[in-house]
T-cell receptor, first 110, second 113 residues
Framework: RKEVEQDPGPFNVPEGATVAFNCTYS??????FFWYRQDCRKEPKLLMS???SGNEDGRFTAQLNRASQYISLLIRDSKLSDSATYLC???????????FGPGTRLSVLP | DAGITQSPRHKVTETGTPVTLRCHQT?????MYWYRQDPGHGLRLIHY???????DKGEVSDGYSVSRSKTEDFLLTLESATSSQTSVYFC????????????FGPGTRLTVL
C-alpha cells in the first residue's frame, strides 16, 4: 500500500460546482498535513495546512480525520483558475519525511 | 515569492557526464530539500539538508550526492548521469517554527540522452 493515496481523477466539473478530493495516509505517526496545488509545468505551491479541527480559507475547506487517517479538500464555487493538480502531503517527522501523494487533476470547464 | 532560485532551469546532457544542479535561497532557512518528479510517481525526496554540511538521504538517493557549504546554497550532483535520471528536479526550503511547511523553487528540467 502506498504511504499517501489520492483520488485518481481527473475531475472535470463546470464552473460554480463544488468538488471534493480525498486523501488517505498509512502512517499513523504522521504529524502534519497539507494540500498543495501544482499548475502544469510549474512548482507545487502551498494551498493550505490541514488541522485536526478543520480549517477554511475562502472557498477552500480542509478536514483531517486522524482516526480514519483521512484528509479531504472541498472547493466551493469552482473557478476556471482552480484548474490544477492538487497534491496531498503528509509529514511524518518534523523537517523530514515529507511524503507526497500522486495528485488529483481538476479541470473546471466554462 | 519564497526567494528560491534554481539553475540551470533546463539542461540536456549525455549519459555518463556529471551534472550539478544548484538551489539558492535568500531567506537563511536551515532545511533544504531536493525532489524529483516523474509521471506516475509524484514528488520523491532525493536528499535533504538540516544545516551547513549536514545532509541525509531520502527515498531515491542512489546515483545522487549533495553538498551544502553555505546556508544559502544546496547543490545536487549526478556523478554519472543515466537516462533514468531524466526528470524535473525541484528544490524546496522548510519554513515555519517547526520547519514543517515547504516552499518550492521553479524546478530544473533535466534530459539525459
Amino acid at each position: 500500500r502506498k504511504e499517501v493515496e489520492q483520488d485518481p481523477g481527473p475531475f472535470n466539473v463546470p464552473e460554480g460546482a463544488t468538488v471534493a478530493f480525498n486523501c488517505t495516509y498509512s502512517n499513523s505517526a504522521s504529524q502534519s498535513f497539507f494540500w498543495y496545488r501544482q499548475d502544469c509545468r510549474k512548482e507545487p505551491k502551498l494551498l493550505m495546512s490541514v488541522y485536526s479541527s478543520g480549517n477554511e480559507d475562502g472557498r477552500f475547506t480542509a478536514q483531517l480525520n486522524r482516526a480514519s487517517q483521512y484528509i479531504s479538500l472541498l472547493i466551493r464555487d469552482s473557478k476556471l483558475s482552480d484548474s490544477a493538480t492538487y497534491l496531498c502531503v503528509v509529514n511524518i517527522r518534523r523537517g523530514q519525511n515529507f511524503v507526497f501523494g500522486p495528485g488529483t487533476r481538476l479541470s473546471v470547464l466554462p | 515569492d519564497a526567494g528560491i532560485t534554481q539553475s540551470p532551469r533546463h539542461k540536456v546532457t549525455e549519459t555518463g557526464t556529471p551534472v550539478t544542479l544548484r538551489c539558492h535561497q535568500t531567506e537563511n532557512h536551515r532545511y533544504m530539500y531536493w525532489y524529483r518528479q516523474d509521471p506516475g510517481h509524484g514528488l520523491r525526496l532525493i536528499h535533504y539538508s538540516y544545516g551547513v554540511k549536514d545532509t541525509d538521504k531520502g527515498e531515491v538517493s542512489d546515483g545522487y550526492s549533495v553538498s551544502r557549504s553555505k546556508t544559502e546554497d544546496f547543490l545536487l550532483t549526478l556523478e554519472s548521469a543515466t537516462s533514468s535520471q531524466t526528470s524535473v528536479y525541484f528544490c524546496a526550503i522548510g519554513r515555519g517554527l517547526e520547519t514543517d511547511t515547504q516552499y518550492f523553487g521553479p524546478g530544473t528540467r533535466l534530459t539525459v540522452l
